[in-house]
């Protein structure tokens, strides 16, 4: 059978994965970590910790602020500072809380051991419960409560569980080293997801990781749960996007709006997998995390993959890991085509923290503007089948409709169009814009509709 | 950070391809038809080749600098693709100011007041050509192949194949005896098609054409449909009446016919940017070519062919869009 991949766009960048080699590291404890309340998506957690509170390892420090939020617990044992706003990676304020690092002290219930624990609990309730409760989030990127994507609404069926092993971006390594060193973890953790969801369950994995797929393959094997299976995909970016990963292995497209699991998908990455087996068979929150430390052209002995404790700011990252190279002249979180630029270093890391990228002038320094050639290669490269050339004049024109007419808000954000882009248009940076103006058109619309709705429901009352 | 970063939205990296890059790629593809017809014709050939060029950019620099004010475009290369374009659609013995005029045409008329690369309506080479066709039809098509380094094995003198061909159907004569007539050998064309530097090697332009689709620079479908499409139309008329009607390889290997199809349809900017809009581009060329050939009065259609689909493409890019994820 031939290697799967998605149906329309996408491009081939180098995937100049040079810290493939590194195994995981264990990053030290700084002195102080500041653990942001909004590293989720949804609503911002709400502190349940005051200055001068003790807090031991894997403590909750806040709660959920809304359905869609997640619990956040403490990284590390210690006194609390401070329950301030802290400027994030972008530099906007955000409710953080500082906690001063003493010792190492975990909450007993945590169960610390190696020992792996293979039996799956057979109470579904529980082991939601249990994900919500440790703050199980998305680790792909995107920061979705777990335990929300696991309950799929009334009327939608789960029929295949996509387990997200694709790292389609360049230079990141932290789940192909996790696939790697903890693949039965990993595949526990689907195996509970699975027990969860009663379907199938696929792995991906783009093949350009062989050892990867070797290693889940032997886990899966050994391990022996039912209906699981790797699959190794094409190497093509954006191929770990959730629709695009949907289409690649179930041959679907989830329609303009919808929801994947409205084609009967539930995708979730390897990195929330593992976090799902610590959740669920070990009792740990979501405290840790593995990101990738790296860049091109610069020595091996800066290239890491680190297991750090989620509140740990990215300049002690930084400096653990030998400190910011010469050549860097951008530093990102994430990957090169999707992840932020950051421009404070002071930035605390958040549970979908990925890695710090140092990408050099040569590298990352866009090219001036030139005119549009009409060359058509953002329309191949788009994975949604959008036409930015025509988003992007629409979006100079301000032609709303027009540019909802043409999907404007279908786009993912992924950067194939400006990566290709021979006149270096940045298609993307206007198309974003079109795509927020876009969303308020038809969330206001819809906000309209319900209003009327309303009205006419409580003026058919009054006429009772 | 004492240092100061970047700070900018993704993507932080980008493909190594630039307008200049993908210019290149086309001089390069275009190189092997200009050895070629550079053997074939002689130093006459290639100073048209050097005035159009050198043209091309001078006024391009010119006009960008002294009359437009902005920064010149010359570095991306466009013009000098347009000055090859342009001198391999002329016959060798053309005189240099004409092609200068031509120059004129395609960059200060077809290009820049539209406002440079990208925003012209009009392929400018065949803008410049068409222009000097019916500004200066003698010298255009009835001319001596100039002296080549190489000797060509049946050069023709006096008219162009297709235009000798339309004179002899004119005065009676059937293609057949034409054909005995003029020495004419079928296959000799792919090589040679007696007329302008562009035309006299399929073969050569076919070798470039590859190597921009290895390149990535052009998808196959608008020559495809170009050509097959002509090759169709003469099937059935060759079909019909092979006497007055030219058949496939001739119409195919001669008048411009693969250097229409393969690099002046397929130009960017004034071709549809969906496939299906492409397609019907395509065909729509190979179908105006024909009929110009079999029934209009000029020799020769591709240039007109391509000129009148450049007005269509406005029409076919608001009327085609290519599939969209999740949408039916």
Known sequence: MGKLTFSMGGVHPNDSKYARECAIEELPLPQTVYVSMAQHLGAPAKPLVAPGDKVLVGQV???????????????????????????????????????????????????????????????????????????????????????????????????????????CEPYLTSDHRIMIERPKEIVIGAAIMQKVLGCPCVIGIEENKPEAIASMRAAVAELGYPNMEVKVLKKRYP?????????????????????????????????????????????????????????????????????????????????????????????????????????????????????????????????????????????????????????????????????????????????????????????????????????????????????????????????? | MDKKYIVSPNPHIHASVSTTSIMRDVIIALCPALIVSVLAYGWAELLVVAVSVLSCVLLEWAVTKWMMKRPSTVGDLSAVVTGLLLAMNLPSAIPLWIVFIGAFVAICVAKLPFGGIGQNVFNPAITG??????????????????????????????????????????????????????NYDLASFLWDAGASAGEISAGALLIGFVYLLIRRVVKPWIPICVLGTMALISVIFHGINPDVYTGVQFNLLTGGAMLGALFMATDYVTSPMSTLGGIIYGIGIGLIAMMIRYFGSYPEGMSFAILLMNCTVPLLNMWFHQKKYGRA
Request: proline share 7%.
């Open chain 2, 129 to 182: 050509r068409v222009f000097l066709l019916v500004s200066f039809p003698a010298q255009m098509t009835n001319w001596q192949p100039t002296p080549g380094f190489i000797p060509i094995p049946d050069a023709v003198s006096g008219a162009t194949p297709l235009s000798a061909l339309k004179e002899a159907i004119k005065s009676g004569s059937t293609i057949p005896e034409f054909m005995s007539a003029n």
């Open chain 1, 61 to 167: 420090i806040a709660e959920p602020g809304g359905f869609i939020s997640a619990f956040v617990h403490s990284p590390v044992s210690g006194t609390v500072k401070a329950v301030a706003p802290r400027k994030d990676l972008a530099g906007n304020p955000v409710m953080h809380v500082e906690i001063a690092v003493e010792g190492d002290e975990w909450d007993p219930a945590i169960d610390r051991s190696k020992e792996l624990v293979t039996a799956i609990p057979d109470d579904k309730a529980a082991i939601l419960d249990k994900i919500k409760a440790c703050g199980v989030v998305g680790l792909g990127g995107a920061t979705f409560p777990t335990h929300v994507k696991l309950s799929p609404p009334p009327g939608k069926v789960a029929e295949c569980l996509i387990l997200n092993g694709t790292e």
């Open chain 1, 239 to 464: 191929q770990g996007g959730e629709k695009q990963l949907i289409d690649a292995v179930m041959h679907r497209q989830v329609k303009s709006g919808g929801l994947p699991i409205d084609v009967g998908a539930v995708v979730q990455n390897v990195a929330t997998s593992l976090a799902v087996y610590e959740a669920v068979q070990k009792n740990k929150p979501l405290i840790t995390n593995v990101l990738t430390v790296t860049g091109n052209k610069i020595p091996g002995n800066l290239q890491h993959n680190y297991l750090f404790r989620i509140g740990v700011p990215l300049s002690f990252v930084v400096e653990q890991a030998g400190g910011v190279p010469d050549t860097a002249a951008k530093l990102i979180s994430g990957g090169p085509m999707m992840g932020k630029a950051i421009s404070n270093l002071d930035a605390t890391t958040v549970k979908g923290s990925s890695s710090v990228l140092y990408l050099s002038d040569e590298d990352t320094r866009r090219k001036p503007e030139t005119n549009c050639i009409r060359c058509g290669k953002c329309a191949d490269a788009c994975p949604m089948g959008l036409e930015p050339f025509l988003l992007n004049r629409l979006y100079k024109a301000g032609d709303l409709d027009a540019l909802e007419a043409n999907a404007a808000q279908d786009c993912i954000e992924c950067g194939c169009c400006l990566y290709s882009c021979p006149a270096c248009i940045p298609l993307l940076d206007h198309i974003r814009q079109a795509k927020g103006q876009v969303m308020g058109v038809i969330r206001a619309r819809a906000a309209a509709a319900k209003a009327a709705a309303e009205a006419a429901k409580a003026a058919a009352e009054a006429k009772k």
